[in-house]
């Protein structure tokens, strides 16, 4: 109980609480039984979800979709308590949270799935046929145009880190990035940083001493940046920016140029699912050519497909980035960010190098 419970905690931590919980209902356009339809938990907003279950439903004009947009720790606990319960559960799941997801997958609330788009999906965003990555969103570098005129933007960690130091008093109190202990994405990025950054805690060490700001939304980040309040956001969703900088020509964005990590939202299907077939048939759709045209094209949010090579793609990311690139893989390897006592570390280690001015 006491190791259950600990989880829980951490996961809290990590994922969000449970603020967010809306259920829209899509009926079908052909008159079906009340209460049948694909039952979805997803973390991804209403708003963004909507063109996706439009463009399912035209192809589909018997299917409703019961969507649920929730936080992503209550599509876990969710999932698992009411299979552990003996009960049925969504038939869909598609989260933010890669390591809960695989999670979720690892200890067997999956089921495999096979149809025909899988076999060219890229090795490294799928395992085993129970969880995928539909989407590629990189890490990104944001900044106030306005502050920037006649000044050269960093482009490179070690180029941010150059510039922090050379303009402390100039920019003092204007940096912000997530506060990894309370923000799960930044805690991820950081973690990837890590790995592909030697020196990353030199960095860090210069935004605490250029006064970080340090905030659990990337919606916080992105206005203190777009009205100037705050010069520069590190390691910000690449969709979130995108969407903010179509409405505020002041947010400037910038693909770190040494290397990007890339988040994929994943989705699985799990055991205790309503039914499988509709949730296989769901997930089929989003992974197929005019599924993920339309995640391109309508949601704002880059589409991984890999024959896609229109402009908000995985395609285009890389023929723009190339080899700097980091996705994230689809693997049990993400379970270590849940691991207790790795996380502590590098939050010691964080607020540590934060301190160190």
């Given at each position: 109980m006491k190791l259950k419970m600990l989880f829980i905690a951490i996961v809290l931590i990590c994922s969000g609480s449970f603020a967010r919980a809306e259920k829209v209902v899509f009926p079908a356009d052909?008159?079906?039984?009340?209460?049948?339809?694909?039952v979805v938990y997803s973390s991804l907003d209403t708003s963004a979800a909507r063109p996706l279950i439009k463009a399912f439903?035209?192809?589909?004009?018997?299917?409703?979709?019961?969507?649920?947009?929730?936080?992503t720790l209550e599509i876990h606990e969710r999932v698992v308590r009411e299979t552990d319960e003996g009960k049925l559960t969504a038939d869909l799941i598609i989260s933010?949270?890669?390591?809960?997801?695989?999670?979720?997958?690892?200890?067997?609330?999956?089921?495999?799935?096979?149809?025909?788009?899988?076999?060219g999906w890229p090795n490294w965003a799928k395992w085993r046929n129970t969880a995928f990555a539909l989407t590629f969103e990189p890490a990104v570098m944001i900044y106030h145009k306005p502050s920037f005129s006649g000044v050269e933007i960093p482009k490179t960690r070690a180029?941010?880190?150059?510039?922090?130091?050379?303009n402390n008093n100039a920019f003092y109190g204007r940096i912000a990035t997530y506060d990894i202990e309370r923000a799960g994405l930044g805690f991820l990025f950081l973690a990837r940083d890590e790995e592909h950054?030697?020196?990353?805690?030199?960095l860090v060490q210069m935004m605490g001493s250029s006064g970080v700001k340090l905030y659990?939304?990337?919606?916080?980040?992105?206005?203190?940046?777009?009205?100037?309040?705050?010069?520069?956001?590190?390691?910000?969703?690449?969709?979130?920016a995108k969407s903010w900088a179509e409405h505020n020509?002041?947010?400037?964005?910038?693909?770190?140029?040494?290397?990007?990590?890339?988040?994929?939202?994943?989705?699985?299907?799990?055991?205790?699912?309503?039914?499988?077939?509709?949730?296989?048939?769901?997930l089929s759709f989003l992974m197929s050519m005019p599924g993920q045209e339309v995640m391109a094209k309508k949601t704002g949010i880059r589409a991984l497909h890999p024959q896609l090579s229109d402009e908000n793609t995985a395609s285009a990311l890389r023929q723009q980035a190339g080899n700097k690139l980091r996705p994230i893989p689809v693997s049990p390897?993400?379970?270590?960010?849940?691991d207790q006592v790795k996380r502590a570390r590098l939050i010691e280690r964080w607020n540590k190098a934060l301190r160190n001015r």
């Open positions: 052909i008159g079906v039984e009340q209460g049948s339809g694909v439903q035209n192809i589909n004009p018997d299917i409703s979709i019961f969507y649920h947009e929730l936080q933010s949270a890669m390591d809960l997801q695989m999670k979720l997958a690892n200890d067997g609330y999956a089921r495999k799935v096979n149809f025909a788009g899988i076999a180029a941010l880190s150059e510039f922090l130091a050379s950054y030697r020196d990353i805690w030199q659990s939304k990337s919606s916080a980040i992105l206005q203190r940046v777009s009205d100037g309040r705050s010069a520069i956001g590190y390691n910000i969703l690449g969709s979130y020509p002041d947010l400037g964005i910038i693909l770190p140029t040494d290397h990007t990590v890339v988040m994929s939202r994943i989705a699985l299907i799990p055991e205790a699912a309503r039914s499988h077939e509709l949730g296989r048939k769901f390897g993400l379970l270590v960010y849940l």
